[in-house]
C-alpha cells in the first residue's frame, strides 16, 4: 500500500479563462514526481469551454491533457466536479491526484477522496518520492509542527500549498489532448453556484500573492493602512493584516493572515506592526522572507524573521517604500 | 428542524506543543483540550437555526473518555443531546475514518441539516464536512460565512479567493462554517446547571454497524509516520538603533541583493 505505480493526475483550476499560477505550480510538482517514478502525467480541465486552455499546460510538461466539458461546469460544483475528477481518476488508473490547497481545491479534494474511498493529506508543503513510495509534509499544530504523511490507500490524494512549490518549465513536450465525456447526471447536482461577487477589498488576493505587506495593531486605524499599500503597490504585492487589525474593523477580513484568516506562502512577506502571536505565525510562517518592522526589539516575530528593523513604522515604511521604487526603476 | 452539529476536542491553540516517546504524535499531557474554534460557529449557527425554526440540536464527537468534556461544553450553550462516538477501534482515524464513523451514526437520524466547523485546528485537514456529505449523498457547502434557512431551501456565501460565492441548495444538506458566520455565546450559569442532566448516549462500532477494519489506525489513508518540530530559520539579521533612512536603505540592499525578492 501507498506505492505509487500508476499515473499522476492534477487538476487544474481556472477562473474567468484564465488558468490558476498555484495549478501550474501543482503540475510542475506532479511532472517531477512522475519523473521519479518513470509513470505518466495527466491534467485535468473541468468546465464550461476550457479547452483552449490546454495549449498553455504544455510547458509543465503533461503527457496528456484531459478535457471535460459542460454548461453547468462553467460555476464550481462540488458533487459535479468530483463526480468528473473520480471518473477521470478511474478512467487513467491513476494512484495519486494532486490539486492546489485553494478553496475551491481543498473542497474538491475532500469531496473526491470519499468518492474514491482514499486517504488526502491537505495543505502540503513538501512532497519526496523514494523507493516508488510517495510521502508528504504538511504543517499541523499551527504550524508549530511538520508530519510526514505517507499513505494507506490508492488513490493518494494531495493538495499543495499555494506558493510552496516553483512553476517550472519543460520543454519540447506537447501533449495529447482528450475529451473526457461527462457521464455525470447534471440534472441531479443540488448545491449550484447562483453568483460571485467579487471582493470589494484590495486588488490582488493574499493566498495568490508573491509578495504581502501586513499591518497589525500598530497601525492604530484604517487611514494608516495607506502606507501598507503603498509600500505593497511598489512591491506589486498583496495587503495583508493580523486578525487584531481585522477585529478592529480597520481593513476588510479578506486581508486577514493567521489562523482564522488565510494560511500564505509568498516569496517576500513584510510584517509591519504585528508581534507575532502564534495565531498570526500559523498564517504566515512557510514564507520564503520574513521581514518583520516592529518598534518591540522583543517582539516574537522577530524570531522568525530573516530580516528586520527595529524602529517606528510610521518613519520607515515611508523610506522603504521610496527605496522599493527607487531599486525598481534601476 | 432537525440539526446535527458535529465537533472535535483539540489542543487548546496557545498550548506548547511537544512531540510524543512515539515519534508521530504530540505529547498531550498538560495540554489544555478545547472545541475547536470553527465548531463554536456550528454549533451557534445550530442554535440560532433551532431558535428560528424550532426543533432539535443533536452534537457528535469522536474521542476517548476526555471529548465527553467538549460535549458538556456545548450542551451549556444550548445543544439538546449529544452522541460520544467511543470505541477502542476509532483510535488514529484520519478524515477517511472519521467521516466513516460520523456518516455510520447519522445515517439512521435523516437530519435536515448537518454543521461543522470548516476544519479542526491542530490537525487542520478540512475533510470531514465534504467527505461526510459524499457518503450521505448530500449536497455540501464549505467555509460558509452567511447562511440563510428557509422552508426546504437555503442560501449560504462562501469564500473564496477575491470573491464571495453564493450558493443555493435543497436541504438536507451539509454546511461548514467559517469565521464570520456568527459570534458564538457563552454559556449561561443556567445552561451549566441543565447541561449536568442532557443525555450523552455512548456508542461503538458495533452500534453504529461499522467494520473496525474500515476505521482508525487501520483503515487510514493518511498516516502520519514522523511529526517533528519545523525547522528552526536561521538567525535573521535585525537592524536596530539606526535612523529610519539608513535602516529602510540597508533593508532594501539586503532584500535585493541577498534574499533577490525585489
Given amino acids: 500500500m501507498g506505492n505509487v505505480s500508476g499515473d499522476i493526475l492534477v487538476f487544474i483550476e481556472s477562473r474567468l479563462g484564465l488558468t490558476k499560477r498555484s495549478s501550474l505550480e501543482a503540475l510542475s510538482e506532479g511532472r517531477r514526481a512522475a519523473n521519479a517514478l518513470g509513470s505518466r502525467l495527466h491534467a485535468l480541465l473541468i468546465g464550461s469551454a476550457v479547452g483552449g486552455l490546454a495549449a498553455g499546460l504544455a510547458s509543465q510538461g503533461p503527457d496528456t491533457v484531459l478535457v471535460a466539458e459542460h454548461e453547468i461546469l462553467g460555476q464550481y460544483s462540488p458533487e459535479a466536479f468530483a463526480s468528473v475528477l473520480a471518473s477521470a481518476v478511474r478512467k487513467t488508473g491513476t494512484s495519486a491526484v494532486f490539486l492546489s490547497a485553494t478553496a475551491l481545491g481543498r473542497d474538491l479534494a475532500a469531496r473526491a477522496a470519499a468518492k474514491l474511498e482514499a486517504g488526502l493529506a491537505s495543505d502540503c508543503i513538501e512532497v519526496e518520492i523514494t523507493g516508488g513510495e510517495l510521502r508528504v509534509k504538511r504543517p499541523v499544530y499551527s504550524g508549530r509542527a511538520v508530519a510526514t504523511v505517507r499513505f494507506g490507500t490508492t ?34 447536482v443540488r448545491a449550484r453556484t447562483v453568483e460571485v461577487r467579487s471582493g470589494e477589498g484590495e486588488d ?91 518598534k518591540d526589539p522583543e517582539a516574537p516575530i522577530f524570531k522568525i524573521a530573516d530580516y528586520g528593523i527595529v524602529g517606528d513604522l510610521y518613519e520607515v515604511l515611508p523610506k522603504l517604500t521610496e527605496e522599493v521604487r527607487r531599486l525598481k526603476e534601476q | 428542524m432537525r440539526i446535527a452539529v458535529c465537533i472535535k476536542q483539540v489542543p487548546d491553540t496557545e498550548a506548547k506543543i511537544k512531540i510524543g516517546a512515539d515519534g508521530r504524535s504530540i505529547d498531550e499531557a498538560g495540554v489544555n483540550l478545547v472545541v475547536s474554534p470553527y465548531d463554536e460557529y456550528a454549533v451557534e449557527e445550530a442554535l440560532r437555526l433551532k431558535e428560528k425554526h424550532g426543533g432539535e440540536v443533536v452534537a457528535y464527537a469522536v474521542g476517548d473518555d476526555r471529548a465527553a468534556t467538549a460535549l458538556r461544553t456545548i450542551l451549556a450553550m444550548g445543544v439538546d443531546r449529544a452522541v460520544h462516538l467511543k470505541d477502542a477501534a476509532f483510535a488514529g482515524s484520519d478524515g477517511l475514518g472519521i467521516s466513516r464513523i460520523l456518516a455510520a451514526a447519522m445515517r439512521p437520524e435523516a437530519f435536515e441539516l448537518i454543521l461543522f466547523g470548516k476544519q479542526a485546528v491542530g490537525t487542520d485537514r478540512g475533510q470531514v464536512g465534504p467527505r461526510v456529505a459524499e457518503l450521505l449523498n448530500l449536497p455540501h457547502v464549505s467555509v460558509v460565512v452567511a447562511l440563510l434557512v428557509e422552508a426546504s431551501t437555503l442560501r449560504a456565501e462562501r469564500e473564496i479567493e477575491g470573491a464571495t460565492e453564493v450558493v443555493e441548495s435543497p436541504l438536507p444538506a451539509v454546511i461548514t462554517a467559517q469565521k464570520g458566520l456568527n459570534e458564538p455565546r457563552y454559556a449561561s450559569l443556567k445552561g451549566i446547571l441543565a447541561a449536568r442532566k442532557k443525555e450523552i448516549r455512548v456508542m461503538g462500532a458495533a452500534d453504529i454497524g461499522v467494520d473496525p477494519a474500515t476505521v482508525g489506525a487501520a483503515g487510514a489513508g493518511e498516516v502520519w509516520e514522523k511529526l517533528e518540530l519545523p525547522p528552526g530559520r536561521s538567525e535573521g539579521k535585525i537592524l536596530k538603533e539606526m535612523d529610519a533612512a539608513s535602516a529602510a536603505k540597508e533593508l532594501a540592499r539586503l532584500l535585493r541583493e541577498e534574499a533577490k525578492v525585489i
Fill in chain 1, 204 to 294: 490582488i488576493d493574499i493566498s495568490e500573492a508573491s509578495s504581502i505587506v501586513a499591518g497589525g495593531r500598530a497601525m492604530k486605524g484604517p487611514e494608516n493602512f495607506g502606507l501598507i499599500r503603498d509600500l505593497a503597490r511598489a512591491l506589486g504585492g498583496a495587503v495583508g493584516a493580523s486578525r487584531a487589525a481585522v477585529d478592529a474593523g480597520w481593513i476588510d477580513h479578506q486581508c486577514q493572515v493567521g489562523q482564522t484568516g488565510k494560511v500564505v506562502a509568498p516569496g517576500l512577506y513584510i510584517a509591519c506592526g504585528i508581534s507575532g502571536a502564534i495565531q498570526h505565525l500559523a498564517g504566515m510562517s512557510t514564507s520564503k522572507v520574513i521581514v518583520a518592522i516592529n
Fill in chain 1, 155 to 188: 488513490p493518494a490524494f494531495v493538495s499543495l500549498r499555494p506558493n510552496a512549490f516553483p512553476v517550472v518549465q519543460v520543454s519540447g513536450r506537447s501533449p495529447a489532448v482528450e475529451t473526457l465525456a461527462v457521464e455525470v447526471d447534471l440534472a441531479k
